[in-house]
């Protein structure tokens, strides 16, 4: 459970269908020096002002897992796809894809957007509040599925790729 004197923890809230392979967040300490892995910039921030998961939500792991878990992204992104059309009401036929990465500073949720990018969204966030009448056609996938939604509606490859994202967002800020 300590690699380099840290202890590692996770958030799972099983109703979500998140797990120890797939948490909403990675945590770190020595003591009662917390970090958090910030799925924004993909780098460790110490706690701040930001709260700590609830104790029921806290899993402890090695440092193996928590390897294992640095190592893949993916396992911290939650993926919907959306199937318009005028048969239901809508304007057009689309099929949309949304995702979600739980940060412990902030809720990230995007839409790939019709300028073929990722754009900020509250349609994952109105569905899980408001229920399945709101968005009645948004189901969960995964990212292979979401990779090749993502192919055959707006003809992009990578989108998925949430390794170049980061890089081209650091390359962008230096």
Do not use: C
Request: glycine share 6%; no cysteine.
């Amino acid at each position: 459970m300590t690699t380099d004197a840290y202890e590692y923890l996770v958030r799972v809230f099983e109703p979500a269908g998140e797990s120890v392979d797939h948490p909403s967040g990675l945590w770190r300490h020595r003591g009662d020096d917390f970090e958090y892995l910030s799925m924004v910039d993909w780098s460790w921030h110490p706690r701040g002002e930001v709260p700590l998961p609830h104790p029921d939500l806290r899993v402890a792991i090695s440092a193996e897992q928590a390897h294992t878990l640095l190592e893949d992204r993916q396992r911290f992104v939650r993926y919907w796809a959306e199937h318009l059309s005028p048969e239901n009401g809508d304007l057009v036929e689309d099929r949309l894809v949304y995702r979600q990465l739980r940060s412990p500073e902030r809720l990230v949720e995007e839409g790939f957007g019709r300028d073929n990018a990722w754009v900020s969204t509250r349609t994952i966030r109105d569905f899980q509040v408001g229920g399945p009448h709101d968005v009645p056609d948004l189901h969960p996938i995964d990212a292979t599925t979401a990779e090749q939604l993502i192919q055959e509606t707006r003809g992009v490859s990578g989108a998925t790729n949430l390794l170049d994202e980061f890089t081209q967002l650091k390359g962008s800020t230096s």
